[in-house]
């Protein structure tokens, strides 16, 4: 029986995708679609993977409330005959792999005095500035808007596990100190 489930009720970013191969007869995807629904997903995107005669692989995008009804969608899947679940992913897991912050160059370097201005020797006369006015470093470096994003990943962190248990107190950020700059 569906779960009465709404669009709000859900939790942002809470989807898996699941890559399944599966007969390629009609009405096929609409008993995966009743399945899923009855399991309390919603369907949200369907790709194309690959199509043979008699089969085709699908990634089939699941927004799910929680990780028990993840775990009821996929295992009521593997019941359906015919359907082999190929894997299952969790989005908000696949974000993260690797990290989500990349560092690359701020200023596009083309020619040999880009290269003299940002790096050698540019890099010499920002390193002699600040070593006479420390406080340069946070202008002349990406100190401050490190600095910044800590903070914020460290009050969303805190207010996470604050939500989970009122007692708990989140980490101080790393390289972070009291005083403002």
Do not use: C
């Amino acid at each position: 029986m569906a779960q009465d489930l709404s669009m709000a009720a859900l939790p942002i970013g809470f989807t898996i995708i699941m890559r399944l191969e599966m007969p390629n007869t009609p009405g096929a995807f609409g008993a995966l679609a009743g399945i899923v629904g009855d399991a309390g997903g919603i369907i949200g995107a369907v790709d194309m993977y690959a199509v043979g005669k008699s089969n085709l692989t699908r990634d089939v995008t699941v927004t799910v409330p929680s990780e028990g009804v993840a775990h009821a969608i996929r295992t009521a899947v593997e019941g359906i005959d015919g359907v082999r679940v190929v894997f299952v992913s969790d989005s908000t897991f696949l974000a993260h792999i690797g990290g989500k912050i990349r560092i690359g160059p701020k200023i596009p370097v083309k020619t040999r005095q880009d290269l003299s201005t940002v790096y050698t020797p540019g890099v010499a006369r920002v390193s002699m500035a600040i070593a006479a006015d420390p406080a340069k470093a946070f202008q002349l470096t990406i100190k401050t808007q490190l600095r910044k994003s800590l903070r914020s990943m460290n009050m969303v962190a805190g207010r996470s596990l604050k939500r989970r248990n009122p007692e708990a107190r989140p980490a101080v950020g790393i390289g972070l100190s009291s005083t403002k700059h």
